[in-house]
């Protein structure tokens, strides 16, 4: 009976070592690239920009927050303007496009002098040459800029997350952010000084309701049983995720707070999903370069 009992307990021991390992490897640590340097392009912008780390040319598109759109050359984003206004609760699109223009400026300015870059190479969905890569970027007074644009009101809370540089949470660091956007707004800082109060309430309801009419499309062709797009694993939210057959509400979210994932296969180290369920779901994702 005692031999029986160690044995089983060896056998726990030896799974917890293999999922814990396994967590650590799929929580691909950030590197650190000092001494960086912006690299002027056309397509830069408040939360997505080319550097120069050291030999390397890198896209980075910040962690946690999202700068309103500079211009709409595609349907995307001109639906992500879209969603910015409402949620800023901005009169026009054209008031966005120009505050996603002050953002980018911003971003220039505090990156005037050489900072410094955090990244673990995760994928991030965009349409340049040039594979583009979540990160963090401190200044060289030692700021996150992505805390400084939402504290000056010129972005919001938004995107995919994980546990900073400086070992903040992803949870904990949503809810500063988050604190940081609502001084933002009571300080009429930044897009907040033309937002419209009245509005506000009524567009983001707006915003809602059409999010929830994609998602229930989504759904239909997806139990339908016909070809549906697919989605970013990196930035697809909650609702997108269940509207995937095999998704409920737990694993949607264990898969949100396993991101980043470097490629649509790392999806097999969250909990819930074994072989034969990764080979249901995986047909309906993609990260960036690797769209099938």
């Given at each position: 009976?005692?031999?029986?009992?160690?044995?089983?307990?060896?056998?726990?021991?030896?799974?917890?070592?293999?999922?814990?390992l396994t967590a650590q490897l799929h929580a691909a640590d950030?590197?650190?690239?000092?001494?960086?340097?912006?690299?002027?392009?056309?397509?830069?912008?408040?939360?997505?920009?080319?550097?120069?780390?050291?030999?390397?040319?890198?896209?980075?598109?910040?962690?946690?927050?999202?700068?309103?759109?500079?211009?709409?050359?595609?349907?995307?984003?001109?639906?992500?303007?879209?969603?910015?206004?409402?949620?800023?609760?901005?009169?026009?699109?054209?008031?966005?496009?120009?505050?996603?223009?002050?953002?980018?400026?911003?971003?220039?300015?505090?990156?005037?002098?050489?900072?410094?870059?955090?990244?673990?190479?995760?994928?991030?969905?965009?349409?340049?040459?040039?594979?583009?890569?979540?990160?963090?970027?401190?200044?060289?007074?030692?700021?996150?800029?992505?805390?400084?644009?939402?504290?000056?009101?010129?972005?919001?809370?938004?995107?995919v997350r994980r546990k900073t540089p400086h070992g903040i949470?992803?949870?904990?660091?949503?809810?500063?952010?988050?604190?940081?956007?609502?001084?933002?707004?009571?300080?009429?800082?930044?897009?907040?000084?033309?937002?419209?109060?009245?509005?506000?309430?009524?567009?983001?309801?707006?915003?809602?309701?059409?999010?929830?009419?994609?998602?229930?499309?989504?759904?239909?062709?997806?139990?339908?049983?016909?070809?549906?797009?697919?989605?970013?694993?990196?930035?697809?939210?909650?609702?997108?995720?269940?509207?995937?057959?095999?998704?409920?509400?737990?694993?949607?979210?264990?898969?949100?707070?396993?991101?980043?994932?470097?490629?649509?296969?790392?999806?097999?180290?969250?909990?819930?999903?074994?072989?034969?369920?990764?080979?249901?779901?995986?047909?309906?994702?993609?990260?960036?370069?690797?769209?099938?």
């Amino acid at each position: 009976m005692k031999s029986k009992l160690i044995r089983i307990l060896s056998e726990i021991i030896l799974i917890l070592a293999v999922f814990l390992l396994t967590a650590q490897l799929h929580a691909a640590d950030l590197q650190a690239f000092n001494s960086c340097v912006l690299k002027e392009n056309k397509s830069n912008d408040g939360d997505s920009f080319h550097v120069v780390a050291g030999d390397r040319h890198l896209l980075v598109r910040l962690y946690f927050v999202d700068c309103p759109e500079t211009s709409a050359w595609a349907k995307s984003d001109a639906r992500r303007l879209g969603e910015q206004m409402n949620h800023f609760g901005l009169p026009s699109v054209v008031d966005t496009v120009h505050f996603g223009k002050l953002a980018a400026r911003f971003t220039r300015d505090k990156l005037s002098k050489p900072f410094t870059l955090y990244t673990a190479f995760a994928g991030a969905p965009g349409r340049s040459a040039v594979k583009r890569i979540y990160g963090f970027v401190e200044t060289d007074q030692g700021e996150d800029l992505a805390s400084l644009l939402v504290a000056n009101g010129l972005a919001r809370t938004y995107g995919v997350r994980r546990k900073t540089p400086h070992g903040i949470a992803h949870d904990e660091m949503v809810l500063r952010l988050g604190d940081m956007e609502a001084a933002a707004m009571l300080k009429r800082s930044g897009i907040w000084a033309k937002s419209d109060p009245e509005r506000i309430v009524a567009l983001r309801a707006q915003q809602r309701i059409e999010e929830k009419r994609l998602v229930d499309i989504q759904v239909q062709v997806t139990a339908s049983g016909l070809p549906t797009a697919k989605i970013d694993l990196n930035s697809a939210d909650r609702a997108q995720l269940e509207a995937v057959k095999g998704i409920g509400p737990s694993l949607a979210a264990k898969i949100v707070a396993a991101r980043p994932f470097s490629s649509v296969a790392e999806l097999k180290t969250v909990k819930g999903i074994g072989e034969e369920k990764y080979k249901q779901l995986s047909p309906h994702f993609f990260i960036s370069a690797d769209k099938k």
